[in-house]
Structures are given as C-alpha cells and as structure tokens.
C-alpha cells in the first residue's frame, strides 16, 4: 500500500514536472515570437480628376497642383498631427512647392535658399505671419485651423503660396496634365489615397481656378474605392 502510494507520489510529481515544462517551452515560444502589432485594416481611394477649363500647367505658379481630400462624416477616429515639420523652401524667387495640403497643427518651416532676403506674408485670422527671412535663415510657422491660407512674400509680389490645412490627415496633392489626342481643353490628374480607415467620407478638391466638388465615398478595408470627376471653372 505504502509502495503504491509513492509510485502515485512519484507520478504526479512526474506529471507537473512535464506540465511544468511544456508551460516553459510555451512561455519561451510567446517571447521569442516577433513582436506584430494587429494593424487595424485600412483601404484606399483612387480615380481620376477632369477639369473642362483650360489650365496653365507651365511654371512655378501654374494651376496645375489639385488637392483632393476625405473628411470623415462620423465616428472616424483623426490621428493627431505629425509633429515634424514640413519645409517649404524659398528658392529661386518662389515657394516650392506652390500647394501645400497640411493636418491642422502641423507646422511649416520656412527655408530661405536664395541669396536674397525674402519674407512670409499672411493676414489670415489663424495664423498672421510677415516675418522677413534672411539668406539661409529657417523659420517655424503653425497651422492649427482649418481653412485655406494663401501666404506672399511682401519683397518679391510673384512669390506665393497657398497652404491648404484641413482637420484630418486623409489627404493628397496630384497635378493636371494636358491629355495628349484628346483636343486642346482636356486635363487630367489622377489620384489616390492610402490607409483610410472604413466608413463613409466626404470627398472634396481643390484647386485656385476650378470649382470645388464634393462627393460621398465609402471606404471598405482592403479595398480600393474608384472616384471619377469632373472640374470646371
Ligand atoms: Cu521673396
């Protein structure tokens, strides 16, 4: 009775002894495993963009540059702002580049490049700036509302630039191009925009010579959302 009872002993010490083990060997499989973040599941929107009014699509300051845009109509999660800024150069007696779209938030930094002093002029309400910039010199400015912010330079009246800041960060700056073989009025720019979490957005363009539009789209994960529009003055 009493050998019995030491070889159950002896058995059960065997079995958590194995327990024990295997529980290790889980336990180091679940450390060593590389470490996946579940990204949450994101889709696209893409199409192209007519515009029926002639555009200039030559130079600096052309009409060629086209936003397009999708603000949440609900419940979409907005990421904060990126906190790097975003550098707009002055050179060659220009902002390059000429549209900017930005998250509201986010700051611009200002580089001088040229070898002559140049400024920033804005007299929006948001974010009133006339700041002289020294060859070289760098200078921060923020763009925390909403709303188109068209910003000159007071020395050289050719320079300008229009800042674009919306309340997401869902957005992309394309540009029209002359379609070849297809008459003289026809301009096209194609677009798309990635990582858009699933729901419905309020899709919308801008552009400093064409009317805005506006459409409803639905994004679905994994999927790319088709959009055709058409532009006019
Ligand atoms: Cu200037």
New binding site residues.
């Given amino acids: 009775m009493r050998y019995v009872l030491a070889l159950g002993l002896a058995a059960a010490a065997l079995t958590l002894q194995l327990a024990e083990s295997s529980a290790r060997r889980v336990l180091a499989r679940a450390t060593e495993a590389p470490l996946e973040a579940p990204s949450p599941k994101t889709g696209s929107v893409a199409g192209v963009v007519r515009s029926l009014a002639r555009l200039k699509t030559r130079g600096e300051t052309s009409e060629r540059d086209l936003v397009v845009h999708l603000a949440p109509q609900s419940g979409t999660q907005v990421p904060a702002a990126p906190s790097e800024a975003l550098v707009v150069k ?1 050179v060659k ?1 220009q902002f390059d580049p000429h549209v900017l779209p930005v998250q509201a938030g986010t700051k611009v930094a200002f580089t001088n490049d040229d070898s ?4 920033v002029f804005s007299q929006e309400e948001c974010c009133k700036v006339d700041r002289d910039m020294a060859a070289n010199e760098r200078a921060e400015v923020a763009f925390p509302k909403a709303g188109v912010v068209p910003i000159v ?1 007071r ?2 009246p050719d ?1 300008s630039l229009w800042v674009i800041v919306l309340d997401h960060p869902w957005f992309t700056r394309t540009e029209f191009a002359k379609v070849e073989g297809e008459g003289e009025k026809a301009y096209e720019a194609r677009f798309r925009i990635d990582g858009v979490p699933p729901g419905t957005y309020t899709l919308t363009t801008w552009n400093k010579k064409l009317a805005a539009v506006t459409q409803t789209v639905t994004v679905t994960a994994d999927a790319v959302m088709e959009v055709a529009l058409t532009l006019d003055k």
């Fill in positions: 002055q007696l002559v002093t140049h400024n330079c020395l050289h320079m």
